[in-house]
């Protein structure tokens, strides 16, 4: 055991005065989304320990593994107290996302899962990510491709299309050849959802097609954002056309949906309405990595004092994760205190606040806890 690991490990569930909650009962499982710079092992760890029921590495370049580029090969880093553990990559060309995967495969995650989701213009931009749902084909050959290289299961996560003309249902809304083959699989364009192949007039949903083509090519799980590319982060994630896919009679895999699932009473409405097997959650794990157990009905920290220990196991973990470097860690840390809700809507907080995003030693940023539990916790 490593000393993320250990740090994580050492508290179960009883050890740390952590209360028994009411019962909810989900649908289906829960899954930290992969977030760049965010979903280290150490913050893994975290929400596994409360509750997550699969976690997700970010997004990792392929052409980087390939090329050995240690500051990429380090994120492959899993435990296997974190299982099952997807690790995810991108990249622009079959070749070397096959490679990448085999490289992966090495490091025996539980799931590869290919992003066919990133928007930003570093990404996308450069024909991966959300870039490839611009060319399809593409896409398709890149999934194949890594199907094809590796025996570990392979996922993958995507948007709802480009923008907002592939929200609409149109003929052959992937673009596809009238007889498209991908790496030996030959579909006469039969993507479509009632099983009307290729049939001229028949308008059926880009993510709905999409899905099936995705699944021809073998892969186990797709998870849905429900954006599009254009709409990056913006405006509301709409889970009717998640829930189109879920209901498609020709989907046999399982389905996981994504975005803006931030309560445990959501988290039940989007299993209950829109019948997918998984959520996914992404930015609401922020300073919450208990979030999941919420959810579930099972223990998790009640009051300020419970949680901001789980905070302080962070950074502390975060900081082992960084190398041992405080300053690094404190930094990278950040991000969780800006946005935990342990520290949302306390009245006169503004000051107390800056100092504790300004704190670079662990002396520092635990005072400032605690002073906040003292002053703002009952
Ligand atoms: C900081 C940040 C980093 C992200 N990095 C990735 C990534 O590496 N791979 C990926 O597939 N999605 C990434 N995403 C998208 C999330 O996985 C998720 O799809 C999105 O945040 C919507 O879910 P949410 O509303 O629950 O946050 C990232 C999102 C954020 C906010």
């Keep these: 055991m490593n000393e993320v690991n250990g740090l994580i490990a050492q508290r179960a569930f009883s050890d740390s005065g952590l209360t028994a909650q009411r019962s909810g009962c989900l649908a289906g499982s829960l899954y930290l989304a992969p977030m760049e710079d965010v979903t280290d092992p150490a913050f893994r760890m975290l929400c596994k320990r409360y509750g997550a029921d699969r976690v997700y590495t970010e997004f990792v370049n392929a052409d980087a593994l ?3 580029i240690a500051s990429t090969t380090r994120k492959l880093t899993i435990h296997d107290e974190e299982r099952p553990v997807a690790i995810q990559i991108y990249g622009r060309e079959p070749e070397s996302m096959a490679d990448a995967a085999r490289i992966v495969e090495q490091a025996k995650p539980d799931f590869i ?3 066919f989701g990133c928007p930003v213009k570093k990404v996308a931009g450069k024909g991966a990510g959300a870039g490839l749902l611009k060319d399809v084909p593409k896409m398709l050959e890149i999934t194949r491709a890594v199907v094809n290289a590796v025996h570990t299961p392979v996922t993958c996560k995507t948007r709802l299309g480009w923008d907002e003309n592939d929200l609409i249902p149109r003929e052959n809304p992937l673009g596809l050849q009238k007889s498209y083959s991908v790496s030996g699989l030959t579909a006469e364009r039969s993507y ?3 099983g009307l192949t290729g049939e001229a007039g028949h308008k059926s949903t880009f993510i709905v097609d999409l899905s099936l083509a995705l699944q021809d090519c073998g892969i186990q799980e797709l998870a849905i954002h429900g954006r599009t590319r254009s709409q990056m982060y913006r405006g509301e994630a709409d889970w009717t056309l998640i829930g189109e896919v879920k209901n498609c009679p020709r ?4 389905i996981i949906g994504n975005g803006d699932v931030t309560t445990p009473e ?12 998984a959520i996914m959650i992404g930015r609401a794990t922020f300073g919450c990595p208990w979030l999941f157990a919420e959810m579930k009905g099972l223990p998790a920290p009640q009051s300020m004092a419970e949680k901001v220990a789980v905070l302080k196991e962070h950074v502390l973990a975060a900081i082992q994760w960084c190398g041992g470097d405080e300053r690094k860690g404190i930094v990278h840390s950040r991000r969780h205190f800006a946005a935990s809700p342990v520290f949302k809507g306390l009245a006169d907080f503004r000051q107390t606040r800056i100092a504790l995003l300004r704190a670079e030693t662990t002396e520092e940023v635990f005072a ?3 002073e906040i539990v003292e002053k703002w916790g009952q």
Aim: net charge negative.
């Design 66 to 68: 390939v090329r050995d």
């Design 113 to 115: 899962d290919i992003n």
């Design 192 to 194: 479509s959802a009632n």
């Design 251 to 254: 989907i046999r895999i399982p």
């Design 266 to 277: 959501r988290a039940k409405e989007c299993f209950e309405r829109y019948g997918v097997d």
């Design 368 to 370: 400032i806890m605690d």
